[in-house]
């Protein structure tokens, strides 16, 4: 009884996850971001994500 339970909430919650029209990134920097190369990064990961519905933080 409990697998199905637990079947039944991770259904719901896939489901829930997966109506989102817009998707989110959270980028999460270890070092200061004004050096080089993590701006090099994030505007990568930007031009990566460009054409699609992507919000990224």
Do not use: N
Not at 16 to 38: A, D, N, R, T
């Amino acid at each position: 009884m409990k697998k199905i339970i637990i079947l039944f909430w991770a259904a719901i919650f896939i489901i829930m996850g997966c109506s989102q029209s817009q998707k989110k990134i959270l980028v999460i920097y270890s070092y200061h971001p004004e050096y080089e190369w993590c701006r090099q990064e994030k505007k990568g990961i930007e031009d990566g994500f460009k054409a699609q519905d992507v919000t990224i933080e």
